[in-house]
């Protein structure tokens, strides 16, 4: 199977670049009973100690933005939960400033956005349909296809979420944003009413196979884009309303966030990035490379969403992290589904390879290409099932020692 790759944009998020290490590096602790000696463990040069012992986090209001996109990312609905259907990703963008709006909106309709002080927001498209890598980055920011033309039985879903700083400049922004994106051809457009939702403000052109809609709710703002085979305004306007359905009682569960508490948001809340192979000196929390994820926002990066599902599912898997050149970790239920989740991905690859010497519960296998071999190392420790990735097999099993050894310490600490 191909593992898990998040998508901002046209840019992959999960796969995690190889950056060979040399050297020796010391592992602190003491084992506990019934465990193994980490310090035995061959790391290379790879640190062991969780990143908060290592180094203090500063926070700042660029690095608070992308942790309020991480956790608002857990609030957004995903294509499976509209449509079984929707069961691929095609698109996700992290809206972490104003200007990056118009990756997903028309530009009118983000700039009426940033009029009226949009703090951040989070889009993500799911498709009846998988489209090649190619496909991503079109110019065309609401084509769910990317450049392709949609498949003529196709269907597909955008959804964006901004969150504003109160109540009424959500409300203005909604009007202002539909009214700006109907006027870039009045006399093409139609407008079109939501029989549940009589609040929301939403358009098509008769004879497209497409509607947008718009809908305040508190400090949020939701912008609804769907595609379906048919040019039919009931049909679209029945999508556009199962896509509210789903998504606002997850909406009414977050609560908004000042500017204020965007800045002291925590680097770690539910200590996953700390457990996570981390490389680099430094915390910089990104939603596109240092991240941690709630199961929902996680499976808006998977591009098989259905198949990430039942993973996450027989884990009980309710919290993942992500930390570029360095491992991505999945948190269990329990030490029992840890070990089911490592075993149900492992059935699901291809071609092994050895596993490191002396780390247990840990396994390889290899992705093999015509430019490089791609090697994945998978332990487990306690609840935690993780992965580390290189071109190089030496180099994947200092890795996941060090992965594995890292799950040990911060469990002592």
């Known amino acids: ?92 963008v992290d809206i972490t400033s104003a200007s990056r709006a118009d990756m997903v909106l028309a530009e009118v309709a983000a700039q009426a956005a940033e009029r009226h002080g949009m703090q951040f927001g989070y889009s993500t498209t799911s498709s009846t349909h998988k489209i090649s890598q190619d496909g991503f980055g079109s110019t065309e920011v609401m084509n769910a296809f990317g450049h392709g033309e949609p498949p003529p039985d196709g269907s597909a879903v955008n959804l964006t979420v901004l969150q504003f700083p109160d109540q009424d400049s959500a409300r203005t922004a909604a009007i202002d944003m539909e009214a700006a994106d109907f006027a870039v051809a009045p006399d093409l457009n139609e407008r079109l009413t939501l029989t549940d939702y009589p609040d929301a403000k939403a358009h098509w052109r008769p004879g497209i196979t ?25 049909l679209l306007r029945a999508r556009a309303q ?120 840990s396994w390889c296998n290899v992705e093999e290409s015509k430019t490089r071999n791609n090697f994945y190392c998978m332990v487990r420790y306690d609840r935690y099932v993780a992965r580390v990735t290189s071109t190089q097999l030496k180099d994947a099993h200092q890795r996941a020692a060090a992965q594995y050894a890292l799950l040990a310490n911060a469990k002592a600490r």
């Open 1 to 92: 199977m191909a593992w898990h790759k998040g998508i901002r944009g046209s840019i992959a998020i999960g796969a995690l670049a190889a950056t060979v290490l040399t050297g020796c590096a010391t592992i602190s602790g003491t084992p506990a009973a019934g465990e193994i000696d980490v310090r035995a463990l061959d790391i290379g040069s790879y640190p062991v100690e969780p990143l908060d012992y290592r180094r203090e986090y500063n926070h700042r209001l660029d690095n608070g933005a992308e942790l309020a996109v991480m956790r608002l990312a857990g609030a957004v609905a995903n294509g499976l939960e509209i449509d079984p259907a929707l069961k691929y990703t095609t698109r996700v």
């Open 210 to 234: 497409n509607m947008a809609a718009t809908l305040a709710r508190g400090n949020y703002v939701i912008n609804v884009f769907v595609q379906l085979p048919e040019a039919d305004s009931n």
């Open 242 to 361: 199962q896509v509210l359905a789903v998504q606002l009682p997850l909406l009414d569960a977050l609560q908004p966030l000042s500017a204020r508490e965007v800045l002291r948001l925590d680097y770690d809340p539910e200590g996953m990035l700390r457990r996570t192979l981390h490389p680099e000196k430094y915390m910089t929390p990104s939603v596109q490379t240092e991240n941690w994820l709630a199961a929902r926002a996680f499976l808006h990066g998977a591009g098989d969403m259905e198949s990430w599902r039942e993973l996450l599912g027989i884990g009980g898997v309710d919290y993942t992290s992500t930390v570029k050149s360095g491992g991505m970790v999945l948190r269990a239920r329990d030490e029992t589904s840890a070990t089911a989740l490592s075993s149900a991905i492992q059935a699901k690859t291809a071609k092994a390879a050895d596993a490191p010497e002396g780390v247990p519960d």
